[in-house]
């Protein structure tokens, strides 16, 4: 037991550095390697397999709203990024550049693209002529680079994976309709499979993409009380048509530019799941988004008859549950403390006596509560068990959200909320940039949303005093 006890110590506790508890978790439960490039990563397998589970349920919903795959190049030529000012401003410093092709020097530089709204922009102008075209619903999985200083697995690195979205509409009403219903799909994929919350809300002028006319956000919070910005979804106008020359015939034979969409989620949605659930035992998955929700571990499988009982309960279980066996020659103890690590939902225990008694024990990675089940009721048992796990992941990180969101009335109400309880802050705000540059400036705090449920808590911004419409939730922020 002693080196079971010393594999779980080689987590850093979160109370005592919570940076420090996400790499130990990161790198132990075998998400992810260090790249030889500084700030790349390497997915491992189960890092992968998890961000498999949730590209393959959010390509599902991107394919019922009727948007097709396609795929672009993975570099820009530096004079078509010239094309849209405000967007290639808004990238500049993150922006990797090729400057050789082999020992040539290339005559034009190519961006390794940070995003890809220009190429697909590009595409539109010479396949989109007539209104019978729109709306174009495109989606692409791909990677994108961005040179970030500060890098952290999963959260911000210097190559990720994302999926983005770029869709043509006749008029500005068809592409609002669409920027909403895909940033409600963003939080359906957060809730309900990773059970993450999130609050819906649009973002200020500050904090907008850049080239868009409206930015609309998903907000999560972590366990130490940060916010995560995890999904966004961007009404672009006509700006980028109108740089690209991007037009269709309407039904009286005019020329009108396309009114675009563009929206993204990334790899950072696993940062957010192991922020949120993750306890010091290590990450904890929820089930439906778990690449193994139900862990096998014979107990004294050397006695004759454990491992043929074991692997015919796999072969039963695999008809309604994904279910794994470890029949390795390491101790029980260890391989409960490594599914634990793993965050794996269930662990299922058999041994020589579970099988006399037609039974095995259940344990839950959630609460850790063990459960002793018959074997004949397995098939009904587990899949109710998981549902249950993914519900109380949900509620208590609901519950974790409202003890951590306050109210303030002033700047002081604000300095004391992050100080005392660091989370989400409701406040008013009166609109003007300068009083969000100083709230971000004396405390550090940024503009999270403008929810769509508004509330109203004073008359008066939180900053200057001054009338105030709006309530905004500010935090400190990933």
């Known amino acids: 037991m002693g080196k079971d006890k010393k594999f779980v110590e080689e987590i850093t506790a979160m109370e005592t550095d919570f940076a420090q508890w996400y790499t130990d978790v990161v790198k132990k439960a075998d998400l992810v390697d260090y790249g030889s490039v500084r700030g790349s990563m390497i997915i491992r397998p189960y890092g992968y397999a998890i961000w498999e589970n949730i590209r393959d349920v959010l390509d599902g919903k991107i394919k019922e709203t009727g948007h097709s795959n396609v795929y672009m190049p993975l570099f820009i030529p530096e004079s078509l990024l010239q094309k849209e000012k405000d967007h290639i401003e808004g990238f500049a410093p993150e922006v990797a550049w090729v400057t050789h092709g082999g020992d040539e020097e290339l005559h034009e530089r190519l961006c390794v693209r940070p995003t890809?709204?220009?190429?697909?922009?590009?595409?539109?102008?010479?396949?989109?002529?007539?209104?019978?075209?729109?709306?174009?619903?495109?989606?692409?999985?791909s990677n994108v680079v961005r040179w970030e200083k500060t890098t952290r697995p999963f959260l911000r690195s210097l190559e990720f994976l994302w999926q983005e979205g770029h869709t043509c509409h006749a008029d500005e009403e068809d592409a609002m309709e669409e920027t909403l219903k895909m940033l409600d799909v963003y939080a359906n994929v957060c809730e309900e499979y990773l059970a993450v919350p999130v609050l819906k809300g649009k973002k200020t002028e500050k904090e907008k993409f850049a080239g868009a006319e409206s930015t609309y956000t998903i907000e999560s919070l972590m366990h130490d009380g940060?916010?995560?910005?995890?999904?966004?979804?961007?009404?672009?106008?006509?700006?980028?048509?109108?740089?690209?020359?991007?037009?269709?015939s309407d039904k009286n034979g005019e020329l009108q530019h396309v009114h675009q969409t563009s929206w993204g989620i990334t790899t950072r949605l696993i940062g957010a799941l192991i922020m949120v659930h993750g306890d010091n035992r290590g990450l904890v998955v929820p089930p439906r988004i778990a690449p193994t929700q139900v862990m096998i571990v014979p107990i004294a499988q050397?006695?004759?008859?454990?491992?043929?009982?074991?692997?015919?309960?796999?072969?039963?279980?695999?008809?309604?549950?994904?279910?794994?066996?470890?029949?390795?020659?390491?101790?029980?103890?260890?391989?409960?403390?490594?599914?634990?690590m793993k965050g794996i939902p269930l662990r299922l225990e058999i041994g020589p006596k579970d099988i006399e008694k037609n039974?095995?024990?259940?344990?839950r990675r959630d609460t850790g509560e063990k459960e002793i089940v018959s074997m004949d009721d397995l098939n009904a048992k587990i899949p109710e068990l998981l549902e249950d796990i993914q519900k109380n992941l949900l509620d208590k990180a609901k519950d974790h959200r409202e003890k951590k969101t306050n109210v303030a009335k002033n700047m002081e109400?604000?300095?004391?909320?992050?100080?005392?309880?660091?989370?989400?802050?409701?406040?008013?705000?009166?609109?003007?940039?300068?009083?969000?540059?100083?709230?971000?400036?004396?405390?550090?705090?940024?503009?999270?949303c403008i929810p769509f449920e508004q509330e109203k808590i004073s008359d008066s911004c939180m900053c200057c005093g001054q009338k105030a419409d709006q309530l905004v939730y500010w935090a400190k922020a990933y």
């Not at 980028?240 to 269709?248: D, H, R, T, V």
């Not at 043929?308 to 020659?329: E, G, M």
């Not at 660091?422 to 503009?447: D, N, Q, R």
Request: hydrophobic content about 35%; glycine content about 8%.
């Open 302 to 340: 050397h006695k004759e008859g454990v491992l043929d009982r074991a692997y015919k309960l796999r072969d039963s279980l695999k008809k309604t549950v994904r279910v794994d066996i470890d029949a390795s020659d390491k101790m029980p103890g260890w391989k409960f403390n490594e599914y634990e």
């Open 413 to 448: 109400d604000l300095q004391n909320s992050l100080r005392d309880n660091p989370g989400f802050v409701k406040g008013m705000w009166c609109g003007e940039l300068a009083c969000e540059e100083k709230i971000k400036e004396e405390t550090g705090a940024t503009s999270r």
């Open 116 to 141: 890809s709204e220009i190429l697909f922009c590009e595409h539109y102008a010479n396949i989109i002529h007539s209104y019978r075209d729109l709306p174009m619903l495109y989606n692409q999985w």
């Open 359 to 363: 039974q095995v024990v259940l344990a």
């Open 226 to 248: 940060k916010a995560l910005q995890s999904g966004t979804s961007h009404y672009l106008g006509t700006g980028f048509a109108e740089s690209f020359g991007i037009q269709y």
